[in-house]
């Protein structure tokens, strides 16, 4: 599949006040214009893009839909008949779903795990119409998608790995260099960073390690801390420097209870000629000072209650 990055994520909150204040004034973000049919949720602009996260209200916090971009309307056909061939069942977005996302045309699948995805195509854009929430250098979205997220899985099976390689056409990037079992990849077309989504075993459970967004430069990074430390909000790592990319970055948790990675790069990704598999996770900094997960990753049942019964997970 020709895919980009993930072009838009949405979720579920019991704290929508909280990400209200939040969003702007600590990550950043500007709160868009809600859709006319779902104007209770709240939408946050990263870049041109009409959105790039969507909060809609709920009773937990979980992540509800996570939107990958094709690259235009042929390869989003071919997305389907990829999805058909592999026998992966989908449903397709109607006027109203699509107007919702902004986009031309979208479908619906789950992974072998039960996480909802989406494939679109041609999400609205108006040009230099970014308003950062506060004094701010912008993200790093545009041709490459909002970031990367890590996700946990109740159980881990060679079936989610072939279904990301061989259905979504991802490309196999590591197995990361922290001391959990985690699997990375990154879109057939991501030439820019080394991962666009992860899977970590979490016996069990299920729900959003971090969620990774590139800021404009080391200064965008450092305000945010400043003002994550100003606020005291919880940190899970402080600012530090990945061995296998050239970022720094720092970690901590937003009022969903996962965390964000704000990070900005120090240069162009180096790609991986060979698979990487570093003596230790940081070079420097990074260093542990909360939970590895936040309090939104939670047993599957009652996480999605849809897809899986105490019995199951
Ligand atoms: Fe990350």
Request: glycine content about 10%; overall charge negative; hydrophobic content about 35%.
């Amino acid at each position: 599949m020709n895919l980009i990055g993930i072009g838009y994520m949405g979720f579920e909150t019991a704290n929508l006040d909280a990400w209200r204040d939040y969003g702007p004034n600590v990550m950043g973000f500007e709160i868009a214009a809600s859709p006319t049919q779902d104007e209770h949720s709240l939408y946050f602009k990263m870049d041109d893009r009409r959105h790039r996260l969507a909060f809609h209200p709920g009773e937990i916090d979980r992540v509800t839909y996570i939107g990958w971009e094709a690259r235009n309307r042929l390869d989003f056909i071919e997305a389907q008949q990829i999805l058909n061939s592999h026998g992966v069942e989908f449903s397709v977005g109607d006027d109203t779903l699509c107007e919702q996302r902004g986009v031309k045309e979208l479908i619906r699948f789950r992974d072998p795990v039960g996480y909802q995805h989406e494939i679109f195509y041609a999400q609205k854009w108006t040009p230099r119409s970014f308003r950062s929430g506060r004094p701010h250098g912008g993200f790093i979205c545009d041709d490459r998608g909002l970031g990367h997220v890590v996700l946990m899985t109740p159980t881990f099976t060679e079936e989610l790995e072939t279904f990301l390689i061989e259905v979504m056409g991802m490309q196999w990037y590591g197995w990361g260099a922290g001391k959990g079992k985690t699997q990375f990849f990154r879109t057939k077309l991501n030439n820019q960073t080394s991962h666009d989504i992860a899977f970590g075993h979490a016996p069990g459970r299920m729900g959003i390690q971090h969620i990774g967004v590139f800021v404009d430069s080391v200064r965008d990074v450092g305000e945010t801390y400043d003002i994550v430390l100003e606020r005291e909000l919880d940190l899970m790592m402080t600012l530090g420097q990945h061995s296998q990319d050239p970022h720094i970055s720092f970690y901590h948790f937003n009022p969903s209870g996962f965390a964000f990675e704000c990070i900005a790069e120090l240069e162009p990704w180096q790609g991986d000629p060979f698979e990487l598999n570093p003596e230790k996770m940081s070079t420097w900094g990074h260093k542990i000072v909360g939970p590895i997960v936040g309090p939104s990753v939670r047993p599957a049942a009652e996480v999605y209650p849809e897809i899986y019964t105490d019995e199951s997970a």
